[in-house]
């Protein structure tokens, strides 16, 4: 069988991936120095509070919940009854 040829983009896309890959063996990277921490640095209670502040963007008025919630109840049951209904009509009567 023979080879597969590479498209143009094909042939473009792995030249500049080896020359990205020439670029990063030859680049040297520059870290910035670590900041060094110390123990009275540190404020336990300051990150607790982030923490535990919670930020509601979507408020609903838990009586519209609750309707939603048993309307899908309502429908979900008279969903599976019918199905029960329409199979206990096949088994019992062969339609």
Known sequence: ???????RAQKIIAQLRRELANES?????ILPPKKEFKLSDFK???TLEKEKKVINLY????????????KTLYLSIIFFALI???YALTVFFRL
């Open 1 to 7: 069988m023979p080879k597969k040829r590479r498209t």
């Open 25 to 29: 063996k030859n680049s040297v990277t």
């Open 44 to 46: 336990p209670d300051a």
């Open 59 to 70: 408020t609903y008025d838990q009586a519209l919940v609750k309707k939603d919630l048993f």
């Open 84 to 86: 029960g209904i329409f």
